[in-house]
């Protein structure tokens, strides 16, 4: 009986081709010759919680992306929309205005009024009549178009 040999003992042959005479041993050979528990590989172990976690992250700002593209589309067709209006609205404007052939109302009157005025440089009274007479056409074209509009 003295003569047996131990179940725990273990024994390994290793061929050394290194020059240096060194083995290279990982340091799980070293842990199961220890006899202590494996150690697994770190990066193999953490690769597919890695893997998972990437995709997760990928998955987050995919979705991200798309509720900033959609949210940049509505916006883009809201302002669209608020620019057709605002472009529509101008036109009308510009369709009331007069034609640009058309002169200025009471131009006749106002050239007496300027002519008065040059003559009569310091006594601006003396063009009573004039500014009179312009202020009752202005007055008159005013009624005849509000007159016409309605």
């Not at 589309?73 to 404007?93: C, D, G, P, Q, S």
Request: aromatic content about 4%; charged content about 35%; hydrophobic content about 25%.
């Amino acid at each position: 009986m003295g003569g047996s040999q131990s179940s725990n003992t273990r024994r390994i042959s290793v061929t050394n081709d290194d020059q240096s005479g060194v083995i290279k041993v990982s340091d799980s050979i070293v842990q199961r010759l220890k006899g202590g528990k494996e150690v697994k590989d770190s990066q193999s172990e953490s690769r597919p919680d890695q893997e998972a976690a990437l995709r997760e992250n990928d998955q987050y700002w995919e979705k991200r992306l798309k509720t900033i593209e959609d949210n940049h589309k509505k916006i883009n067709r809201r302002m669209e929309e608020e620019y057709k209006k605002a472009t529509k609205e101008i036109e009308e404007l510009f369709s009331r205005l007069p034609a640009k052939l058309e002169q200025p109302p009471c131009t006749n009157a106002g050239q007496h009024v300027k002519k008065c005025y040059q003559q009569n440089p310091r006594e601006v009274l003396n063009c009573a009549k004039e500014v009179e007479a312009f202020a009752a056409c202005v007055d008159m074209k005013r009624v005849n178009l509000l007159d016409s509009r309605q």
